[in-house]
């Protein structure tokens, strides 16, 4: 493949091509979403000692592991942006940020109402919760930095620094449950019950996972759509538009 | 049907669950649509010439 890469770090190329990958992935999450809720809510056996509410994991583990994917992969970004000066590359990062920040909110909201029937309470102040809690302040953080600074270029290094050096946060949650004795167990699914139902519910869970993949995909290059109109307007290419000329 | 709601007891929980998630979502996709519109009849009223962007750049 000779494709040049570079070419995409443009926003003027790759706005476009944002705009065709949009609506598969969109379209890919909405699929996988519904093939995953109907294995995990109708297809799934009851857990015989967790009940039926152990098909709360279904949205919670995705939701939790993109909630600090996504984190990684904005300080990538970030960093990026801050090592070449690149626009597009902090667009990504600013981009990524609410998305990250919902998912952290579903992690947190589906982890409360499977805690309060599975362990007698919504919340504690254990290693895993208090470090996903702080990583949902980082997010909402960069948000508000970012809007608290007029100059975008400013404002770029600013949300770069502080998203990197908010990573330190993220071995802190995934090991979290290793390094303390705390609450939050584990591992999420026993697998060793039995076969049958264990790849079922393993089934739901990675279905539910690539589906949360394609609607962060979708749902940030949407975004980094709109943040490129929003800096690059008054350019010539953006002005020929046929959304903004008012043609379309 | 109503079995299947209500999740030999946990439907509460489930539910509340996966209704808050899609609520959120739900959210996230009218905010991203309506920051679109805002952004694009913004662009319609910039008149052309460097971006806003590449003129902080270059300071």
Redesign the interface.
């Known amino acids: 493949m000779s494709t040049n890469w570079f070419r995409y770090a443009s926003p003027a190329t790759f706005y476009p091509l944002a705009g065709t990958l949009v609506p598969w992935f969109a379209a890919g999450a909405a699929v996988l979403t519904a093939i995953g809720l109907y294995i995990g809510?109708?297809a799934a056996p009851?857990d015989f000692q967790q009940?039926?509410?152990y098909?709360?994991i279904f949205?919670?583990v995705p939701?939790a592991w993109m909630s600090m994917f996504l984190y990684v992969v904005m300080a990538g970004w970030s960093a990026l942006a801050l090592g070449y000066n690149t626009?597009l590359s902090a667009m990504m990062a600013q981009a990524i940020a609410?998305?990250g920040a919902?998912m952290t909110?579903?992690a947190l909201?589906?982890g409360a109402?499977?805690g309060?029937?599975t362990w007698g309470t919504y919340w504690a102040w254990d290693a895993r919760m208090t470090s996903e809690l702080i990583l949902l302040f980082l997010y909402l953080g960069v948000i508000a930095l970012r809007n608290a600074i007029e100059?975008?270029?400013?404002a770029d290094r600013a949300c770069g620094v502080l998203a990197l050096t908010g990573v330190v946060n993220i071995p802190i949650i995934y090991f979290s449950v290793q390094w303390w004795n705390t609450l939050h167990q584990g591992a999420t699914v026993s697998l060793t019950k039995s076969p049958a139902m264990a790849s079922i519910m393993l089934a739901s869970m990675l279905v539910m996972a690539f589906a949360a993949w394609f609607?962060a995909i979708a749902?940030s290059l949407?975004?980094v759509?709109?943040i490129i109109?929003?800096?690059?307007?008054?350019?010539?290419w953006?002005?020929a538009?046929p959304?903004?000329?008012?043609a379309a | 049907m109503s079995s299947?709601f209500a999740?030999?007891?946990?439907g509460f929980?489930?539910w509340?669950?996966?209704g808050?998630?899609v609520l959120?979502?739900v959210v996230?996709?009218l905010?991203?649509r309506s920051?679109?519109k805002a952004?694009?009849a913004?662009?319609?009223s910039?008149?052309?010439?460097?971006?806003?962007?590449?003129v902080?750049?270059t300071e």
């Not at chain 1, 100059?151 to 400013?154: E, M, Q, S, T, V």
């Not at chain 1, 109109?229 to 010539?236: D, P, Q």
């Not at chain 2, 910039?46 to 590449?54: F, H, L, N």
């Open positions: 809510l109708v009851t009940g039926d509410a098909r709360i949205l919670h939701a626009r609410p998305t919902l909110l579903i909201t589906s109402f499977w309060r029937p100059d975008p270029r400013r609607y749902a949407a975004r759509r709109t109109v929003e800096r690059e307007r008054g350019a010539a953006i002005a538009l959304e903004v000329r008012g | 299947f999740m030999n007891g946990y929980y489930i509340s669950a996966y808050i998630a959120a979502i996230e996709i905010l991203l920051h679109r952004v694009l913004q662009a319609r910039t008149p052309s010439g460097p971006a806003p962007d590449s902080a750049a």
